[in-house]
């Protein structure tokens, strides 16, 4: 008895420091394994989606990011940063490369995290390739295949239809294949891989594929691109957001707010930035962010987070790798299919927080602009067009919840238009520039959402060819922030009148947790419950949350 008594007594903390070594130890490819894709969903091998999250080095041909593709940069990324995915970008062929590309893989199977190989290009170089990831396969193939790997085979088509890149994919895909049979490949989509929709109907017909997904969260127009992702996980088309920045996508940011005489803006949106982590993350999608380098734009940073944009990067990750909340994600029960964004048929659509509505369906419709197909026209490509005085246009839309919405239109005109606008409460007119060529993100409207809303646009002067309409949810203010904001107060002042239908439920609040309300101006109006009906906002620990007094 007393043999047995002793052993016992050192079996527990024998078997307790292996429990505390096995923790401390923990690794994202430890977690998470050998991944691959099943009914459209990248999923790890507890069969949930792994919502990888981590940085890209820079193109590994430049200077600027050839001083990162080493040992100390990937154990500081790993060991700092907490990343669980680093990316390689491998600009070319050559052996300086496919060296480049070996030891990065070495060095993330050494941190258990996982790494992107990708061959970033903009063409179709299938024998460039072909060559590479033969080489590069064979490697990983002798290192017997370890989950860590995942190949991206196409950065950023440009020009490129779906066709092509399929045509290419197939070519490349067979030669990973013969040695790694069930990593899982990346293939990149049309417009500089933001078109995630193209591939539906004509998926790869092979397994362990996922489709990439790039965005600018600053870039004009961007925003939209939520409700093509939102499509696509409708269409089963598994997502991997293989590259995204805070920036435009140009990455550049100067204080005059202009590019070089060009049009597009170049501050960091911050409120763009969150709306586009918040989606994110609640979709469960993986992502890595760009990029690890020494050049001197916003959409850059070093191992040290030397930019602001760096270190709320690098937050965002060292924060939500850990388990942790982050001022930016509000944890929501999504169910996008069907509905935050159903079919547009029927003269109409589902809408829910972002979405977008193709202008030629249409519930009713009178006076000029006949659907007319053009290549150029995003979503179906086609459009209602072209409309002229007089013309009025109406269409059913049918509101997940009570939403107030801004609405941004896309369309050309050759003399300019003035429209007017209701969401059948409220009505606003809006005055539209002379464009040439399609443009998106034209802010025309507030409007509220109600469960069954008539949505009507009449040109009153002009004319002009509509592509769609979008809609993105008011960002409302959060006096609690640092610096507090007014949200769409800030630009929108009359944003206000336009309130929801009161749903207000009962607001289920911890007991122990400070709170605060305050009007929508951002004035504070004490620790009780305002008495007088009205749209407000609770304070409530560290999170802001809308409220109505009904």
């Known amino acids: 008895m007393e043999k047995i008594y002793i052993i016992n007594m050192y079996r527990k903390p024998v078997l307790l420091c292996a429990i505390l070594v096995s923790a401390l130890f923990a690794t994202p490819v430890g977690d998470h394994g050998a991944l691959k894709v099943v009914d459209g969903v990248l999923l790890d091998k507890n069969n949930q989606p792994p919502q990888l999250r981590g940085m890209s080095l820079f193109w590994n041909t430049f200077e600027d990011g050839k001083a990162f593709y080493n040992q100390s940069s990937i154990n500081t990324l790993a060991d700092n940063w907490k990343v669980s995915i680093v990316r390689a970008a491998i600009g070319d062929g050559s052996n300086e490369s496919i060296t480049n590309a070996k030891n990065i893989i070495d060095y993330a199977i050494a941190k258990g995290i996982y790494v992107l190989i990708d061959w970033h290009t903009h063409t179709t170089n299938v024998s460039g390739a072909k060559n590479f990831f033969t080489t590069v396969s064979n490697y990983v193939k002798g290192k017997s295949n370890p989950p860590n790997v995942i190949y991206e085979i196409f950065n950023e088509p440009i020009n490129q239809p779906w066709s092509e890149i399929k045509s290419y994919a197939e070519q490349v895909i067979p030669v990973i294949r013969g040695n790694s049979p069930n990593n899982i490949i990346v293939v990149g989509t049309p417009n500089y891989s933001a078109a995630i929709n193209t591939p539906k109907g004509n998926l790869l017909n092979y397994s362990n594929i996922v489709y990439a997904f790039h965005f600018y969260a600053s870039q004009p127009g961007h925003a939209s691109y939520r409700s093509d992702v939102h499509q696509a996980i409708c269409s089963k088309i598994p997502i991997m957001i293989t590259e995204w920045g805070l920036s435009p996508a140009s990455g550049k940011c100067n204080s005059d707010g202009w590019i070089d005489g060009s ?26 962010n760009w990029a690890i380098s020494n050049k001197n734009e916003c959409s850059s940073t070093n191992l040290n987070a030397n930019s602001a944009s760096g270190k709320y990067v690098r937050d965002l990750i060292q924060k939500l790798n850990q388990g942790q909340s982050h001022k930016d994600v509000t944890p929501m029960n999504i169910d996008p299919c069907p509905s935050e964004q159903g079919p547009q048929s029927g003269g109409g659509a589902t809408v829910g927080i972002d979405t977008r509505l193709e202008a030629e369906n249409y519930k009713t419709h009178s006076g000029a602009g006949t659907k007319q197909d053009d290549a150029n026209a995003l979503g179906d490509k086609a459009y209602l067009g072209t409309l002229s005085t007089g013309s009025k246009t109406s269409y059913g839309l049918t509101a997940v919840k009570d939403s107030i919405v801004i609405i941004s239109i896309r369309y050309k005109s050759t003399v300019g238009a003035t429209i007017r606008v209701s ?31 008539t949505f009507t646009v009449e040109v009153l002067s002009g004319s002009l060819d509509v592509d769609y309409y979008a809609w993105r949810a008011v960002r409302y203010p959060d006096p609690g922030a640092n610096p507090p904001n007014n949200g769409d107060l800030d630009t929108w002042p009359d944003i206000a009148k336009y309130g929801p239908t009161p749903i207000v439920r009962d607001i289920q609040i911890q007991k122990d947790m400070p709170k605060f309300y305050y009007n929508l101006k951002g004035v504070p109006l004490g620790s009780s419950l305002p008495k007088e009906r009205g749209i407000y906002i609770l304070k409530h620990g560290n999170t802001s949350k809308m409220i109505v007094v009904k």
């Open 263 to 288: 049009i597009e803006p170049n501050n960091i949106d911050m409120s763009m930035v969150a709306a586009w982590v918040n989606f994110i993350e609640n979709r469960k999608l993986s992502w890595v």
């Open 423 to 453: 969401d059948g409460v409220h009505t606003y007119t809006a005055s539209l520039p002379m464009q040439n060529a399609w443009k998106g993100s034209v802010y025309i409207a507030p409007a509220q959402l109600g469960s069954s809303t």
